[in-house]
């Protein structure tokens, strides 16, 4: 359900919420297998970092990250409240699947990752070459979208949305996003010293949730003009308190000023040798990343959990994908949805805490296996919801209950995802190569994020393909076009749905789920049984 993007994402409509702290934590595995090498040297400096007095010395380079972070935020969460907006003008389901791959980026993105860790220009700093050019992008691109936004939404107009435009530019955004994630990830492991070196995973998290909330959450509530005269305003008025494009001139001015800061006043090859000692960068060269990376895939264990990887979610790509969707067409204001995540976010804190304890034995994938058919059942209570949502809307709106019950199957749904994700992280980390973790956790979390991608999409492609509809009132005149369905509106007839491709779509997801589980599911889970050298590249010996 698109109730909260940064979950969503993980399952193929982002990451979800959630891709960067995985990335983060791989990369801090390099830096491990650094300590342990320093620690072998007789004559090692690492006592200058003794002299540390904490986080206390660092707090401004947290703040930075924090920043940084938030504002990489920022265009994935209005990525992710255009579909809702789309919905609201009532676009069709093939129109979201095209805009889905706006979405595909934060999981492509070790395609062209290496190129961004080894083209730089040292003067300026390696990690400033491509974060001060990435974002003054993201700056220019949001105010060319501050003018031209209403029109590609045609806001004003009778026209359905310009969907291609949306997607180009929007996807253009997260391709940027994507860029200046890996430029941040890799500098917030230089720009902190070994001993604060964690909390760079904290900053990617709370700063990259708080970014998502301002630019989803905050916006559709503030663009709301029903949620701002209830709650805001003294006397009614048609629109919000903001736009979409006073949002986006806004942010653009935001990104453009900061980034120019970031540029003059952050000093990127500055050591402070007399307090802190700073961590050492890789420098392996772009063919031997690309090499290594195809050294990984080949290995048979590898090339197995991949393959499962990227089928496991196919069970449940009606339900993440088109359920918030379709309760936006049944009615649910769109702003009410967004809040729905912010109850969530303490659920989303504890969870991972509590199912860690679970996955922090030799064999994590037992609870995937065990909360992947609970999943699949919550597929099957979110079709029942959207089917009775209808038949509860009020005059006023929908009633305190019918929300209750939405939180309830959410959170439900978050119980069962996290189990899943946890349980996938830890036995990425479990398999993973030491020597070069980092290179291998972050391809095992690119599969696991393509796995969620395409069937979201797919799923989306499909729901109009199966959804029929006749004309009533117009005798002849059928709906299988759109121009079929304005003729039969113009001969005084209107489509009625008579089968909801949603909920073909999924009994099909959920029966291909118990199929995926009960055929490949054990394997998955035998996978945990295979010795230590299977899962290591030759290369790295």
């Known amino acids: 359900m698109e109730v909260s993007k940064p979950i969503t994402h993980k399952n193929g409509r982002q990451r979800k919420p959630m891709v960067s702290n995985s990335d983060m934590r791989a990369r801090e595995s390099k830096l491990e297998v650094e300590d342990d090498e320093e620690a072998l040297l007789p004559n090692s400096d690492r006592a200058e970092g003794q002299a540390s007095n904490g986080l206390n ?3 401004s380079n947290v703040a930075l990250l924090l920043f940084l972070y938030v504002l990489q935020g920022i265009p994935l969460g209005l990525a992710g409240s255009i579909p809702l907006i789309m919905q609201s003008k009532n676009v069709s389901y093939r129109d979201q699947a095209y805009f889905s791959f706006v979405f595909w980026p934060f999981s492509l993105k070790l395609l062209w990752a290496p190129l961004v860790d080894s083209l730089y220009l040292q003067r300026f700093g390696r990690r400033k070459s491509w974060l001060v050019p990435t974002q003054y992008l993201l700056g220019l691109f949001m105010l060319y979208l501050s003018f031209s936004v209403d029109s590609m939404l045609q806001t004003d107009g009778q026209k359905g949305p310009d969907v291609f435009m949306l997607t180009a530019v929007f996807f253009m955004l997260a391709f940027l996003a994507a860029t200046q994630d890996i430029a941040v990830d890799g500098w917030a492991l230089t720009m902190l010293s070994r001993e604060n070196v964690g909390y760079a995973s904290t900053c990617n998290s709370v700063g990259q949730t708080a970014g998502y909330f301002l630019g989803n959450v905050l916006f559709l509530a503030l663009e709301s003009a029903d949620f701002c005269n209830k709650y805001l305003r003294f006397e009614p008025q048609e629109r919000g308190i903001v736009t979409l494009s006073d949002f986006l001139f806004f942010w653009g001015i935001v990104f453009l000023v900061s980034t120019t800061l970031v540029a003059i006043l952050k000093k990127e090859n500055s050591r402070r040798h007399h307090t802190k000692k700073k961590p050492k960068e890789e420098t ?25 990887l990227l089928t496991a979610k196919m069970g449940f790509s009606a339900a993440d994908a088109v359920t918030g969707l379709k309760l936006v067409e049944a009615g649910v204001p769109k702003e009410q949805l967004a809040l729905l995540a912010v109850p969530m976010v303490p659920l989303q804190i504890l969870l991972p805490l509590v199912i860690s304890k679970y996955t922090a034995g030799p064999r994590p994938l037992d609870v995937f296996y065990k909360a992947f058919p609970f999943r ?60 070069i973790g ?9 599969v696991t994020n393509l796995g969620g991608n395409w069937p979201s999409t797919l799923a989306l492609w499909l729901v109009d393909s199966l ?32 089968l909801d491709g949603y909920y073909v779509e999924s009994v099909v997801c959920v029966v291909i789920g118990l199929c995926w589980w009960i055929f490949f599911g054990k394997k998955m889970k035998r996978l945990q049984d295979e010795s230590p050298s299977a899962w290591q590249c030759r290369v790295a010996k």
Not at 287 to 307: D, G, H, W
């Open 284 to 308: 392996q060269g772009v063919m031997e990343t690309y090499k290594l990376l195809l050294s990984i895939i080949k290995m048979p264990t590898v090339l197995t959990f991949c393959v499962l």
């Open 376 to 435: 699949l059942l919550i597929g099957l209570e979110y079709a029942l919801l959207v089917w009775w949502t209808p038949s509860v809307r009020q005059d006023e709106g929908f009633p305190l209950y019918y929300y209750a019950v939405v939180l309830l199957s959410y959170a439900l749904h978050q119980v069962a995802l996290y189990s899943m994700y946890v349980a996938c992280m830890a036995f990425h980390a479990k398999v993973s190569d030491p020597v």
């Open 57 to 59: 010395g660092e707090l």
């Open 438 to 446: 980092g290179t291998y956790m972050t391809l095992l979390n690119t």
């Open 467 to 498: 959804t029929f509809k006749e004309c009533q009132g117009a005798p002849g005149q059928t709906c299988g076009s759109v121009e079929e369905a304005g003729l039969c509106v113009r001969e005084g007839g209107a489509c009625v749905t008579t």
